[in-house]
């Protein structure tokens, strides 16, 4: 058995590389929980938006259909709305 030779250089770029892999996991940790309130708003603002395209689209098609009276119920009877909606794809 013999003791290899100290590589100072190998050794320094183990602490670098060690340190970069600390700070990269730690850096990751802190800018998701950052961006999170941001990520969080911005998708409650797109789904809002999908949901009031979806219903007016499916208004927009039971005026065309002339199914004024689907319409008046769906704005009450959820249940309805969503059979509605999957009649119409949407």
């Known amino acids: 058995m013999y003791l290899e030779e100290y590589d100072e250089e190998r ?3 183990t602490i670098r590389e060690e ?44 005026l065309k259909d002339n199914r004024q009276e689907d319409l008046v119920r769906a704005v009450s009877d959820a249940e309805f709305r969503k059979k509605l909606l999957r009649e119409y794809g949407l």
Request: negative net charge; hydrophobic residues 30%.
């Open 11 to 13: 050794h320094k770029r």
């Open 19 to 62: 340190g970069y892999e600390d700070g990269f996991e730690a850096g990751k940790a802190t800018g998701f929980e950052a961006g999170k309130p941001s990520g969080f708003e911005a998708g409650q603002t797109a789904g809002i938006e999908t949901g009031e395209n979806r219903i007016n689209t499916l208004n927009g098609l039971l």
